[in-house]
């Protein structure tokens, strides 16, 4: 996960925010977040400022709307303040309960291939074409090429079922490119950590509270709330805490651990915080209490010394990580009943508008009107609980009312 003290600076910085504010709120929000995690929930789960959300955020509303970032802040704080609400009422763990098991096997696999779209994006093995929308990128790039290495690397390790097998794939590949100078390496090992200057409680309310704002708000609820089912979802299964009925327990201190965690990073100053699917690689060493959530938390505090190491790690190395963990979130598909094709259409909607659009959100939306739609016209209404009827008229308005909806 330590891309993100990385990326979501410059992703801010867009925005009009100081870069080194940003790394700060990003550690923190993501320290603080993980750590209700593990103490209240008691899930493998890392939370941190969430891919997707930060260029709604920059992008969305403070360039395309023109919204000043202290007032797009206050936007993610009332958001945040507004799941903790519904998770503490529970209404966002019914929601999750009400989805059927298959769709949460295809969200598991969905994410899987999600992750592995990434990982293939960041090693250069895909890239952008527009002919074919994506292609095949340059194999003789010496980046790509180390990205392959550290695959395979990977790959081996955890055919022998080597502890530590990702993050010693990650070291390597790390260690190989600084070393050829394909990247640059840490000019320092440690640095002082600096509270925010300008971000710190700099949330505005003016703008909200005449109401000019409303869609926002509503906006980053939307896919935050999906955002975070689909990864519990899927990372829960993966980790074997959803039960036979497709529960997930102690969904609403998760919930929450996700909404406090918003709050605290909208006071810090970043953009909507999130539950994590690159959450699996822990899970897949072996993660499965809170523990594992308590160890990354303390990790990301520590960050806040060792940022110039961490920020010097290129994507061409953590993408081989990202490509092993999403092959292994795909061996659920076996137990999808494909052959009936009211189960089969949502599943393969979940599984692949995930990738293709860059967005757990939108696979979920897929997936829940597809088998809403298809139970009630192919006669079988009663198979499909009343709150998946309303998550489907909303789900359906929203999508009306914001046309594409939005690409994470």
Not at 274 to 299: C, F, Q
Request: aromatic content about 10%; charged content about 10%; cysteine-free.
């Amino acid at each position: 996960m330590s891309y993100i003290l990385v990326v979501n600076p410059q992703i801010l910085s867009d925005a009009g925010m100081p870069m080194n504010d940003v790394a700060f709120a990003t550690a923190v929000s993501a320290g603080i977040a993980t750590l209700v995690m593990a103490f209240l929930a008691n899930y493998p789960f890392a939370l941190a400022p969430g891919m997707g959300l930060n260029a709604y955020f920059t992008y969305g509303v403070v360039q395309g709307m023109g919204v000043p970032y202290p007032v797009a802040l206050g936007a993610v704080f009332v958001e945040g303040a507004l799941f903790l609400a519904l998770s503490v009422g529970g209404a966002r763990a019914a929601v999750l309960n009400a989805i059927p098991l298959t769709l949460k096997q295809a969200t598991t696999a969905g994410i899987g291939l999600f992750l592995g779209v990434i990982g293939l994006r960041n090693a250069g093995i895909v890239v952008d074409n527009p002919a074919t929308l994506v292609g095949l990128g340059d194999l003789t790039d010496p980046l790509v090429l180390a990205s392959l290495g550290g695959l395979a690397v990977t790959g081996v390790l955890l055919a022998r079922r080597v502890l530590g097998a990702l993050l010693i794939g990650i070291a390597v590949t790390a260690a190989y490119v600084w070393m050829t100078g394909l990247a640059p390496g840490p000019t320092n090992l440690m640095a002082v950590p600096q509270l925010p200057e300008q971000t710190l409680a700099a949330f505005e309310f003016d703008l909200l509270l005449q109401g000019k704002l409303f869609s926002v708000v509503l906006a980053f609820l939307f896919v935050d709330f999906f955002d975070t089912a689909g990864t519990l979802v899927g990372v829960g299964t993966l980790g074997g805490f959803v039960d036979s009925r497709g529960f997930l327990p102690r969904a609403s201190r998760a919930f929450s651990a996700d909404a406090i965690g918003t709050m605290v990073g909208a006071t810090l100053g970043t953009s909507t915080v999130t539950t994590y699917i690159e959450s699996a690689t822990g899970i897949e060493e072996g993660g499965k209490t809170g523990l594992t959530a308590l160890v990354v938390a303390v990790l990301f505090f520590l960050s806040l010394w060792f940022m110039p190491v961490f920020t010097a790690v290129p994507a061409a190395a953590t993408a081989p990580a990202l490509i092993a963990v999403g092959a292994l979130m795909l061996r659920g598909t076996a137990d999808i009943a494909w052959g009936h094709m009211d189960e089969a259409i949502p599943a393969f909607l979940t599984i692949t508008v995930m990738p293709f659009t860059f967005s757990i959100a939108n696979g979920i939306a897929a997936g829940v009107v597809s088998h809403v739609l298809l139970k009630l016209l192919g006669g079988d209404p009663g198979a499909v609980r009343p709150i998946m009827y309303l998550l489907a008229i909303l789900l359906i308005a929203f999508y009306a009312a914001w046309g594409s909806g939005l690409t994470f």
